[in-house]
């Protein structure tokens, strides 16, 4: 699909067949686990579920492509999936990377607890900081690994300052942008070399599949996706129809959410009994003027921490009435959790307090409702601690 069209006109008709299967305008679902022999001389081009190149998979990984002005994409079965699979792609043991020191918490548990058992090591940067960074390259740097707003402090790190580090000492770059989505942050236009998402969170928007996807040249994709061949996180077919549905309204979604979580922060900032608001889209956030250079909008996530104890944050949680208690993010309903029970549980509590998440710090993943409503719902739950 020509990239002259506008980014909602893509997410409509990006990666659609041509000719439409029986002539369904809806992608139909191909519950197939294997299909007929076409003569294929590679492995990896047999198709086959597991390899992730059903009809279904295909008109993903077009659009995904689009999207992101890319070359190439793959879904895999979950966010891990992808990061992992692509971190494995281009690392073996003895090998070296850099990665932002504050990560969603399954990341950060994979490099600390998995990879050293793999003779691979990481030294953690502080992303905002270039100052630091020369001197923790060593020879067998291979790769620089970020996140384009972080979970859960919502820094926005420089990004472009990150991009022209890799390209200056030979490293591939590589960014996780599940929390800005296409909507409001194009890694692979802005010179990164692989954009990674969870799609179970604001790509698919609707909280009822766990997916995943990666993003980049040609190349680099086709390593990532022979690695997942063999690590086999497949992403089944009707996860693909439901992600590929969620897609298509991923603009109007975003745009509700930019809106209603810079909405929530701000009354946040000015409420008596929050000590602090954490939202790139405020002024006083440290990350505001780079998030407003480099981002489209400021998505849809606001963490915050409340005057009182951990008791305190759990009694405000339990008095919200239009806001789910639970892991994840990114969907049409409002969720709130405290990190350190669910996304960021598998770190030790040192590790915890180095990357700055407090036990008390309250996150909310701010859905398509009425602003004003969860506004209203927000203030009485803290009325009541």
Not at 324 to 332: E, F, H, K, M, Q
Not at 377 to 382: F, N
């Amino acid at each position: 699909m020509p990239n002259k069209h506008q980014l909602n006109t893509k997410l409509i008709h990006a990666g659609e067949p041509q000719k439409k299967y029986g002539g369904a305008v809806s992608m139909p679902i191909f519950q197939s686990a294997t299909f007929e022999f076409g003569g294929q001389t590679d492995y990896h081009e047999l198709q086959y579920i597991r390899l992730n190149n059903t009809p279904n998979h295909i008109a993903l990984h077009e659009k995904l492509a689009v999207l992101e002005g890319a070359e190439d994409a793959l879904v895999t079965s979950s966010g891990m999936a992808a990061i992992s699979a692509s971190l494995l792609a281009f690392l073996k043991s003895g090998d070296h990377f850099l990665a932002h020191e504050s990560l969603y918490g399954g990341t950060h548990s994979l490099i600390n607890k998995d990879f050293p058992d793999l003779g691979i090591e990481c030294d953690f940067i502080d992303g905002c900081d270039p100052s630091g960074w020369t001197e923790k390259l060593r020879p067998k740097t291979k790769l620089i690994y970020v996140e384009t707003i972080t979970n859960p402090l919502l820094d926005v790190l420089d990004l472009d300052a990150v991009v022209q580090f890799a390209k200056s000492n030979n490293l591939i770059s590589m960014i996780d942008n599940t929390f800005a989505s296409p909507v409001n942050y194009r890694p692979i236009e802005n010179g990164f070399d692989i954009s990674l998402h969870s799609a179970t969170k604001y790509l698919n928007g609707h909280t009822d599949i766990v997916a995943g996807a990666v993003i980049g040249s040609k190349e680099l994709v086709t390593q990532v996706r022979h690695k997942l061949n063999h690590l086999g996180g497949s992403l089944d077919p009707n996860a693909c129809f439901l992600m590929h549905r969620g897609m298509k309204t991923l603009g109007l979604r975003m745009e509700r959410q930019n809106y209603n979580s810079l909405a929530v922060a701000i009354f946040l900032e000015q409420h008596p009994k929050v000590l602090k608001v954490n939202h790139p889209g405020l002024g006083s956030s440290g990350s505001h003027k780079r998030a407003s250079e480099l981002l489209d909008g400021f998505s849809g996530m606001v963490s915050f921490e409340i005057e009182g104890s951990v008791e305190d944050a759990n009694l405000f949680m339990s008095h919200l009435t239009l806001f789910i208690n639970t892991a994840s993010l990114g969907g049409v309903e409002s969720l709130v959790t405290r990190p350190v029970q669910t996304s960021h549980s598998g770190m030790e509590p040192e590790e915890r307090m180095a990357a700055g998440i407090k036990d008390e710090l309250i996150r909310l993943s701010i859905g398509i409702e009425d602003a004003d409503d969860l506004i209203t719902d927000l203030g009485q739950a803290l009325e009541k601690i």
